[in-house]
């Protein structure tokens, strides 16, 4: 397992930025997919982003392409969500999590596939 810790998340008004961060310790952060997810109150748990242990491959929920950025830092072993543009649905918790297997080519896009998960950080967009 790894150790996954969001930060970031913030009240901001519609039209503004956020990057939110997820710290990871314990197995090799380096070999592992990881991604964002999001939940919204009353809503399932939605994908939001993927990127490749390697960070040369990156995937996006198709309503999130061009104003949201996932990328990586493998020698801080940690993970980043630049959000931009932020409007009010994008309201949501917004966790983290590690994609199961290591140095895995698929990228995948369900909740199922990853097996660890950060505690989430509140992100409230206000209009």
């Known amino acids: 397992q790894v150790q996954l810790v969001e930060s970031g998340g913030s009240v901001v008004q519609a039209g503004g930025s956020l990057r939110l961060s997820c710290a990871a310790s314990?197995?090799?952060?380096?070999?592992?997919?990881m991604g964002w997810f999001r939940q919204a109150p009353g809503k399932e748990r939605e994908f939001v982003a993927v990127?490749?242990?390697?960070?040369?491959?990156?995937s996006y929920a198709d309503s999130l392409k061009g104003r949201f950025t996932i990328s990586r830092d493998n020698v801080k072993n940690t993970l980043y969500l630049q959000m931009n543009s932020l409007k009010p649905e994008d309201t949501a918790v917004y966790y983290c999590?590690?994609?199961?297997?290591?140095?895995?080519?698929?990228?995948?896009?369900?909740?199922?596939?990853?097996?660890?998960w950060g505690q989430g950080t509140q992100v409230t967009v206000s209009s």
């Open positions: 314990g197995r090799t952060f380096s070999s592992y997919n």
């Open positions: 999590a590690a994609q199961r297997g290591p140095l895995t080519y698929w990228l995948s896009e369900e909740k199922a596939d990853f097996d660890s």
């Open positions: 990127i490749s242990w390697s960070g040369g491959r990156t």
